[in-house]
């Protein structure tokens, strides 16, 4: 590449557009302007959109990383403007989301004088980045963003967050770019041992009762097709977590659902009976696991994960298999044998029963006038087809989405995890339906989450960005309100909530929306949604204080899952 | 239960602004107190080392070390029991002067310590003692009674009986590119 004096500023954009950046989410402020003077000069090549708060605008960029595969940015001034991005960073941390944050700082002869506005985002973000430097000359940011940007995306994705002082943005220097090949501190792709395949190989074709639960390392290593032919030539039945979900279509025959608090009863219960647990992409997550001394003990275990700090981590393994699952897990199926376990399947079949008459059935099917979290959603797919994205927050509405939406796509499922985000799902919704333009993206999230980063309408109204917004209101924070009831004797401590006519508030940002109360009215105002093409806001007000079954209470064994 | 004992984790790093930030959170995010740290540049140039002291269990470091190398500025990390290292401390321990003449026995503990003096004027005189942990902590009870005006003791520092071959590695991602 030619060399050319540019300023720092500019050799921003440039190296956004060199990683093939084309959209980026923001907020501008006084030590991050000279970026943003760019931003205006280069607004052809490369879009911003202006989120309401820094907590948008980071969503959005995991939801757009979420739901297109891409590296998500978010930009934000110093100070306050830095700290507002700090609950997004933990939560791309959490769920390995590729995001990059670049942050305005003080100019370089202030730093550490308590400017105006500055803040330590370097000390502030360093536990919950996967890497984040300072740049305090301009000739640092072509290498840096390139480094920021490989960190991102390889090995185990995640968040990288880059401060530049605004000196340094204003200096002038011979901007040439080169893509990141290597850093030879890290590496990204640990080789796979042929001895532990051998290992898994032979485990899985003597086992009589195996089990796998992925996780969303399926999806990140675009392993879907990979592990897809696995689960059909092994026949061994299937749960996912939560960020695994879409991996595999919900119906395909070897699915059996859901692991975890409020996971489904078979998977659960199965944990502790089978013989050969294949965890792949998954990370043991207490909220998986219960107690994890309690968990799969009579199981060998096989653990597919391309992060070595997590073998071992909270359950102990018979083979670990460090590296690429999209490579392990073709090298895995090659070598083994085909086969069905109708009998061991028939144990899910069977508990699958018991569930759908103790919950399953009253939650889809209520006797009762009020509507329900479960057809609220049963009613989205029957209108969307499982071809949506469906985003959630936090909290019961959470759980009630994973359980019973309908998946076919990968990637269809986007929601805050490890960390339990409340507010994520609607800029995060915003951020997935920009980086999957040709799908539909239906937002679900409880009138508690909704509040929290409610001035998002704001975005979605200036650029008409048509996301489907479905708020699951019960004027409670249910899923507190519910620990509250079993176990702490209905004390309804600071839960229950009187809301605003969220319908007025859509409408006050020139959104259409509508309020539904009853059943007969839930599937016509669900098809005026989706069938529309433009923004929408849906208000479906709820049983108050219906909860969420299964559970396996906080630290109970697997096996304790409850059904009431 | 599984006893705690003292780990030494050696952490080869590339020299970058606020990597020691970035160790220090690994550590303070598990509720672990660090007995005792060190660090200065290694064997390869450009390339630091540290040198971290921790009382855990032996499941708790394997977890610990494996955070620690899964930072991208981290070469390397191990850890080792105290018998798999070579290790030493070092104190110094300021005194006043006029003691040396007064109490004669003071000179008999430095002898007998094989401690060093590092500087001797009108007011003060320094000592130095390398050693393990107990000799250090020997002089410094003997000392004391003397009116010790001062006492420091650095972080351990430790090489390892195995080989660490950090060149390799490096060598290994030359090769590569």
């Known amino acids: ?126 536990p919950v980045t996967k890497w984040n430097y300072q740049i305090t000359k301009a000739f640092e940011i072509p290498e840096i963003f390139a480094k920021a940007f490989y960190i991102a995306k390889s090995g185990r994705p995640g968040p990288v967050l880059i401060d530049i002082t605004k000196d340094a943005q204003f200096e002038l220097f011979d901007y040439e770019y080169s893509k990141c090949k290597g850093i030879r501190s890290y590496n990204p792709l640990p080789k796979i041992n042929n001895s532990s395949i051998d290992d898994a190989v032979k485990l899985i074709n003597k086992a009589k009762k195996p089990f796998i639960v992925w996780g969303q390392g399926v999806i990140l290593g675009n392993a879907e097709d990979e592990f897809k032919s696995f689960v059909e030539k092994s026949g061994i039945p299937a749960a996912w977590t939560i960020l695994g979900v879409s991996a595999l279509p919900t119906s395909h025959e070897l699915n059996v659902g859901m692991v975890g608090m409020h996971g489904n009863y078979g998977p659960n219960l199965l944990t502790n009976e089978c013989d050969l647990l294949v965890a792949i992409g998954m990370r043991f997550d207490d909220r998986v696991t219960g107690d994890p001394k309690t968990y799969a003990n009579q199981a060998k275990i096989i653990h597919l994960d391309i992060d070595p700090a997590e073998i071992n981590k909270n359950i102990k393994v018979e083979v670990p298999i460090i590296g690429d699952c999209k490579e392990s897990l073709k090298l895995i199926t090659e070598r083994i044998e085909k086969r069905s376990h109708e009998k061991w399947i028939s144990k899910f079949d069977d508990l699958m029963k018991i569930e759908f008459d103790k919950v399953i059935n009253s ?72 980086g999957a333009m040709n799908r539909e993206v239906v937002a679900v999230i409880g009138d508690g989450g909704y509040q929290m980063t409610i001035q998002e309408l704001g975005t979605i109204f200036q650029l008409q960005i048509p996301v489907k917004i479905v708020i699951l209101n019960n004027d409670f924070l249910g899923m507190v309100r519910q620990w509250q009831q079993l176990f702490f004797d209905k004390r309804y401590a ?30 016509p105002a669900v098809e005026r949604m989706i069938k529309s093409k433009k923004p929408y806001v849906l208000e479906i007000c709820v049983e108050k204080e219906d909860n969420v079954f299964p559970m396996i209470p906080s630290g109970a064994s697997v096996s304790d899952v409850r059904l009431s | 239960m599984e006893k705690k004992k003292n780990f030494t984790i050696s952490v080869y790093t590339e020299n970058n602004v606020g990597l020691l930030h ?34 855990m269990t032996k499941s708790g470091v394997e977890k610990v070390v494996k955070q620690i190398e899964k930072q991208v500025e981290v070469i390397k990390a191990f850890y080792h029991t105290d018998s798999e290292t070579i290790f030493q401390e070092s104190a110094l ?85």
């Open chain 2, 93 to 177: 321990y300021k005194m006043k002067s006029s003691s040396l003449f007064e109490e004669r026995h003071i000179q008999n503990v430095i002898k007998d310590s094989n401690a060093r003096i590092v500087t001797v004027n009108p007011e003060f005189f320094v000592i130095e003692k390398t050693g393990f942990r107990d000799d250090t902590e020997k002089l410094y009870k003997d000392l004391k009674s003397y009116g010790l005006l001062q006492f420091t003791r650095s972080g351990r520092i430790a090489v390892s009986k195995e080989k660490m071959g950090i060149s390799e590695i490096l060598n290994t991602f030359k090769n590569q590119k």
């Open chain 1, 363 to 434: 939650d889809l099917n209520p006797s009762k006038k009020g509507l329900t979290m479960g057809e609220s959603i049963i009613a989205i797919n029957e209108q969307t087809n499982g071809e949506a994205i469906i985003v959630t927050d936090v909290g019961q509405h959470q759980m009630v989405a994973c359980r019973y939406a309908n998946f076919i796509h990968s990637k269809s499922n986007i929601t805050s995890g490890g960390l339990g985000t409340m507010g994520f799902a609607l800029p995060a919704a915003m951020g997935a339906k920009m």
């Open chain 1, 494 to 523: 600071s839960t229950e909530m009187i809301n605003p006519d969220f319908v007025t508030i859509a409408k006050g940002y020139y959104l259409d929306s509508e309020r539904v109360n009853d059943r007969k009215d839930l599937r």
């Open chain 1, 1 to 126: 590449m030619k060399k050319k004096k540019i300023s720092g500023a500019e050799a921003v954009i440039h190296s956004l557009l060199n990683e093939g950046v084309d959209l980026v989410w923001g907020y501008p402020g006084g030590a991050i302007m000279p970026v943003y003077d760019e931003f205006y000069k280069f607004q052809d090549k490369l879009k911003h959109i202006l989120a309401r708060h820094e907590q948008g605008a980071i969503h959005a960029a995991q939801g757009y990383a979420r739901s297109s595969g891409k590296v998500g940015v978010a930009i934000a001034t110093s100070g306050p403007g830095a700290t507002n991005l700090v609950t997004g960073i933990a939560d791309a941390q959490i769920d390995s989301t590729p995001v990059v944050c670049i942050t305005g700082q003080v100019p370089s002869h202030l730093l550490g004088s308590d400017a105006f506005q500055e803040t330590d985002i370097i000390g502030i973000s360093m």
């Open chain 2, 22 to 55: 970035r160790l220090s959170a690994i550590f303070l995010k598990r509720h672990i107190n660090i007995e005792s740290f060190s660090t200065s540049e290694s064997e390869i140039k450009d390339v630091f080392r540290f040198i971290i002291v921790v009382k």
